[in-house]
């Protein structure tokens, strides 16, 4: 089956930042930056979430809230 998608709407000085991050970076776009960072973020939790051999909680510690919310501030949504 094939992947569907859909639109995400960033503030445009944060996509221009995103730009100017991704020169020369080997990213060929910032939709392929921003799903890489996404992905980092979240990928962890939707394992756990599905693989019980993982063997770790569900919920979120405070220290990996503390480091989501690092690196939403670094992306500028907070």
């Not at 992947?3 to 080997?26: C, W």
């Not at 990928?43 to 993982?54: F, H, N, S, Y």
């Amino acid at each position: 089956m094939k992947e569907t998608k859909v639109t995400v709407k960033i503030p445009r000085p944060l996509y221009e930042r995103i730009q100017v991050i991704i020169d020369d970076s080997g990213f060929s776009s910032a939709t392929d930056f921003i799903v890489f960072v996404l992905r980092d973020l979240v990928g962890d939790r939707a394992l756990e979430k599905t693989d019980p051999a993982v063997g770790m909680t569900n919920h979120v510690n405070n220290d990996e809230l503390a480091e989501i919310r690092r690196k939403l501030e670094n992306l500028g949504y907070l």
